[in-house]
């Protein structure tokens, strides 16, 4: 299967350890991702505003690019990249004038109707893979291990773009399962981390970081899954001053779910770029075994 | 909070018109169940609850709301739009009422004060939403 794939911006920058393992374990299971040539930023995030529409732009550009590319449906690893396309495709199916006023100002490409489907990474594990054919792909399995998944918010908000049940979303503790790995449940999967709060006011976000690990913790979590490069960056920042600021604070190792497939698929190391990690959680991995 | 003045003219202002038409949303669907704060995940930091902001704009009360931090500080996570049970989509009103004031070229943050430091540790995907949300 070959599917069309849209980095994003910090995919290919800070996230490399997302993309890579991510596009190692799909080529494990037998799909390609061809990369879109000329992409452009989605523009991170989505403009709620009803007459603001040159900030959906950017992302319907990306669509007419995939439609360029010969594709019907476009695949990505970013949950915002994943949100603000999704949801621009949505308005150019669903809003008539909108469409109409966004075609028109783009007059030098075809009118586009949305007639793109927008996925992301976790959707095509779950719906054209298959659990059962990943399943059959490890070869070291998770023996147990005691997984949280965290979902933040633009997989499951609005209801619209949701993934899975915005409220009970499963799919990443079925994917731990899959891979061998003991699914744990907190309270705080779906809250958000304070996202890009992170820029003004980072003591918040660092807050609220306290707050979402120490629940993955209590509840027995030793490890934190994500699908999302900034909740991956807030969650891995405060962690350094949360251990100045509590000194009972003891953090949790965190991993993209790629990452961690990469690994019980027993896949080459290089292909986690573990580096990216905090140092904290490549020891972890290697006082775990999961690493050499 | 202080004593606030209610008056015909603050109740069929501008401000709440602006705010409807921006918004797409109907501000008097609220019937005040304080869900949207219960869920807000920033609502520890702000110092008008993201329900009381909604009262204060069917009041038309543009000064109390302008003068808080609360608007500043959504994340726009949307859960508070998840939830509702009246279908009121509260993080559209925030976002409008941000926009009140950046579309007057006020920044919120102003991205050229930021130092080098900052600037290279945070991931582009932050500073663009970021730029996104609180600048003109």
């Known amino acids: ?292 | 909070m202080a004593r606030v003045e209610l008056s015909s003219k603050k109740l069929h202002s501008e401000f709440i018109k602006k705010v409807a038409e921006i918004s797409g949303q109907n501000i008097y669907q609220c019937y005040q169940c304080g869900k949207c704060s219960a869920g807000c995940p920033m609502c520890f930091a702000m110092d008008i609850l993201p329900n009381q902001i909604i009262r204060l704009a069917q009041l038309g009360l543009e000064d109390e709301i302008a003068s808080s931090k609360t608007i500043w500080l959504c994340a726009s996570c949307l859960t508070c739009d998840a939830r509702c049970p009246k279908g009121v989509d509260l993080s559209r009103i925030m976002e409008a009422m941000r926009l009140l004031t950046l579309r007057k070229n006020k920044n919120h943050i102003e991205p050229s004060k930021m130092n080098r430091e900052t600037l290279a540790e945070l991931p582009a995907i932050a500073l663009v939403s970021s730029f996104r949300k609180l600048t003109s």
């Open chain 1, 1 to 292: 299967m070959i599917l069309s794939y849209f980095p994003g911006c910090t995919i290919k920058t800070r996230a490399r350890n997302f993309e890579d393992s991510a596009i190692a374990v799909m080529r494990e299971l037998g799909v390609n991702l061809e990369e879109l040539p000329r992409w452009n930023c989605c523009g991170t995030v989505y403009s709620l505003a009803e007459d603001d529409l040159v900030h959906h732009v950017a992302s319907v550009r990306n669509l007419m690019h995939i439609r360029k590319q010969g594709h019907q449906k476009v695949v990505t690893l970013c949950a915002f990249c994943y949100n603000s396309l999704h949801r621009a495709n949505e308005i150019m199916r669903d809003n008539p004038d909108k469409r109409f006023a966004i075609n028109s100002f783009m007059d030098e490409e075809d009118p586009y109707e949305g007639q793109i489907s927008v996925s992301h990474l976790l959707q095509v594990l779950r719906d054209d893979i298959g659990l059962d054919k990943i399943s059959a792909k490890v070869i070291k399995p998770l023996d147990g291990l005691k997984i949280a998944s965290y979902y933040g918010c633009t997989l499951l908000r609005p209801k619209s773009a949701a993934i899975d049940n915005p409220e009970n979303p499963i799919i990443l503790q079925s994917l731990v399962k899959a891979l061998g790995g003991t699914p744990i449940e907190f309270p705080f999967a779906i809250e958000c981390c304070g996202s890009f709060q992170v820029v003004d006011n980072r003591d918040f976000v660092n807050e609220r970081a306290y707050e979402i690990i120490n629940s993955a913790m209590k509840n027995g979590a030793e490890v934190l899954l994500v699908s999302c490069p900034l909740c991956e960056f807030n969650l891995r920042q405060a962690q350094v001053k949360l251990k100045q600021k509590y000194t009972d604070f003891k953090g949790l190792p965190i991993l993209y779910f790629t990452q961690i497939m990469a690994l019980s698929f027993g896949l080459d190391i290089k292909v986690n770029d573990f580096e990216l990690n905090s140092t904290e959680t490549q020891e972890w991995l290697k006082k775990n075994k999961l690493v050499a």
